[in-house]
């Protein structure tokens, strides 16, 4: 029999404890939660659980990003400028707003002031769930989500997750990589590959050829980036990013998985994603993808704004809609919360019946959060 502090173990062969986002460290097992659930799994079978890593959340949000003040069209602030501007705060309910200049007539020919943030950690590989309530949209807007390598770019890749311009409705997803990174066109993804001027897709994810324009994916549904959006009470974007694949989702709000509510996100039930970049013609991703920050970035205006504007079907010109401060209300980011976890590979296969499944997935677990009563354990369950 097991020990008396191993008794919930032995409730059902599917059943174990677990505590939604349970950190790596963390030595409690809380909470049921159904195997099924829980357990996500590689191509060759072996299966694998996601542990909550970092959060970014309420007050404390912007500890941990670094503030952008470099050189751009976009006249982005320092951190005590973008807070005392009201650019970015935090609402009593916890949501966190990043936002441009609403309040400010500009003169013909200045910038309108905006935030860029970036993530003080750096990671490779892992799962990035995004909670907001809004996106910035609005004519003479190009907001901006994304994961960015360090040093030279594009020699350390960039994932754009979210981005759009203007009253677009429909969100882009991006790779920008060094050259030797390639979409494949048979991997199945809901999305369109974005066409070259000839008609055909564009495969190449180089980012220094093509007007550094990367390989882009176009999302199919109206509910992923704009005024659409935010009317359905937004949603989540998720990003997974592992030796297998990096692949995108995004759910409005009356959408989004349970476990991802439950803070214990699966993946492999999600569907067929959005977005979808295989190694096969990118590999290793290891050499692409590598030290990657979380930014936040391009509220108002930028390159593609600028010059796209002409055709957007907005009024007037992008100098004079900058002027106005009324034109960008909508221009912030309103943010629930985002969490990055990372993957923890279970030995042995957890069956979906039979005893041999409970044995390996309490095992497993033992091994894991108590390495020092391993052996007493697994003696037990032979009992």
Same mark, same amino acid.
């Given at each position: 029999?097991?020990?008396?502090?191993?008794?919930?173990?032995? *409730?059902?062969?599917?059943?174990?404890? #677990?505590?939604?986002?349970?950190?790596?460290?963390? &030595?409690?097992?809380?909470?049921?939660?159904?195997?099924?659930?829980?357990?996500?799994?590689?191509? %060759?079978?072996?299966?694998?659980?996601?542990?909550?890593?970092?959060?970014?959340?309420?007050?404390? @949000?912007?500890?941990?990003?670094?503030?952008?003040?470099? &050189?751009? =069209?976009?006249?982005?602030?320092?951190?005590?400028?973008?807070?005392?501007?009201?650019?970015?705060?935090? *609402?009593?309910?916890?949501?966190?707003?990043?936002?441009?200049?609403?309040? $400010?007539?500009?003169?013909?020919?200045?910038?309108?002031?905006?935030?860029?943030?970036?993530?003080? !950690?750096?990671?490779?590989?892992?799962?990035?769930?995004?909670?907001?309530?809004?996106? /910035? #949209?609005?004519?003479?807007? #190009?907001? +901006?989500?994304?994961?960015?390598?360090?040093?030279?770019?594009?020699?350390?890749?960039?994932?754009?997750?979210?981005?759009?311009?203007?009253?677009?409705?429909?969100?882009?997803?991006?790779?920008? &990589?060094?050259?030797?990174?390639?979409?494949? /066109?048979?991997?199945?993804?809901?999305?369109?590959?974005?066409?070259?001027?000839?008609?055909?897709?564009?495969?190449?994810?180089?980012?220094?050829?093509?007007?550094?324009?990367?390989?882009?994916?176009?999302?199919?549904?109206? +509910?992923?980036?704009?005024?659409? @959006?935010?009317?359905?009470?937004?949603?989540? @974007?998720? &990003?997974?990013?592992?030796?297998?694949?990096?692949?995108?989702?995004?759910?409005?709000?009356?959408?989004? /998985?349970?476990?991802?509510?439950?803070? $214990?996100?699966?993946?492999?039930?999600?569907?067929? =994603?959005?977005?979808?970049?295989?190694?096969?013609?990118?590999?290793?991703?290891?050499?692409?993808?590598?030290?990657?920050?979380?930014?936040?970035?391009?509220?108002?205006?930028?390159?593609?704004?600028? %010059?796209?504007?002409?055709?957007?079907?907005? !009024?007037?010109?992008?100098?004079?809609?900058?002027?106005?401060?009324?034109?960008?209300?909508?221009?912030? #980011?309103?943010?629930?919360?985002?969490?990055?976890?990372?993957?923890?590979?279970?030995?042995?296969?957890?069956?979906?019946?039979?005893?041999?499944?409970?044995?390996?997935?309490?095992?497993?677990?033992?091994?894991?959060?108590?390495?020092?009563?391993?052996?007493?354990?697994?003696?037990?369950?032979?009992?």
């Amino acid at each position: 029999m097991l020990p008396s502090f191993l008794d919930p173990w032995s *409730e059902s062969l599917n059943s174990l404890w #677990w505590e939604p986002g349970l950190n790596a460290s963390d &030595t409690k097992l809380l909470g049921k939660r159904q195997s099924s659930g829980a357990f996500d799994h590689n191509p %060759n079978g072996s299966e694998f659980l996601w542990i909550l890593e970092d959060t970014y959340q309420g007050e404390t @949000f912007f500890d941990r990003w670094d503030f952008f003040t470099g &050189t751009d =069209p976009t006249n982005y602030q320092d951190r005590n400028s973008s807070f005392a501007k009201g650019l970015v705060y935090v *609402e009593n309910n916890g949501k966190v707003v990043m936002r441009g200049d609403n309040y $400010t007539w500009l003169a013909a020919g200045v910038n309108r002031a905006s935030v860029r943030i970036s993530s003080v !950690p750096q990671y490779n590989t892992g799962l990035f769930i995004l909670d907001l309530d809004r996106v /910035p #949209w609005g004519c003479a807007t #190009w907001p +901006a989500y994304w994961l960015l390598g360090n040093g030279q770019w594009p020699n350390s890749g960039e994932i754009d997750i979210i981005e759009g311009v203007h009253d677009n409705s429909h969100n882009q997803v991006t790779f920008h &990589t060094k050259a030797g990174c390639y979409l494949d /066109p048979s991997v199945n993804m809901t999305g369109t590959i974005e066409q070259n001027s000839n008609g055909t897709d564009n495969l190449v994810c180089d980012g220094t050829v093509n007007d550094n324009s990367g390989c882009a994916v176009i999302e199919w549904s109206r +509910a992923s980036y704009g005024e659409y @959006f935010e009317s359905q009470g937004g949603g989540v @974007f998720a &990003t997974k990013w592992d030796e297998n694949e990096i692949a995108t989702w995004s759910f409005y709000r009356a959408a989004i /998985p349970q476990d991802i509510l439950a803070g $214990t996100p699966n993946p492999s039930g999600w569907g067929t =994603p959005a977005a979808k970049l295989v190694p096969n013609n990118c590999n290793p991703f290891s050499s692409f993808f590598i030290n990657m920050s979380i930014v936040f970035g391009g509220i108002t205006t930028g390159d593609w704004a600028g %010059n796209s504007y002409a055709t957007s079907g907005c !009024p007037g010109t992008c100098e004079q809609r900058l002027e106005d401060p009324s034109n960008f209300v909508n221009a912030s #980011w309103i943010i629930n919360h985002l969490t990055v976890y990372s993957k923890q590979p279970i030995n042995g296969q957890i069956a979906s019946n039979g005893g041999s499944a409970s044995v390996f997935a309490q095992s497993t677990f033992a091994s894991i959060f108590y390495p020092s009563l391993l052996f007493g354990v697994a003696t037990s369950l032979f009992i």
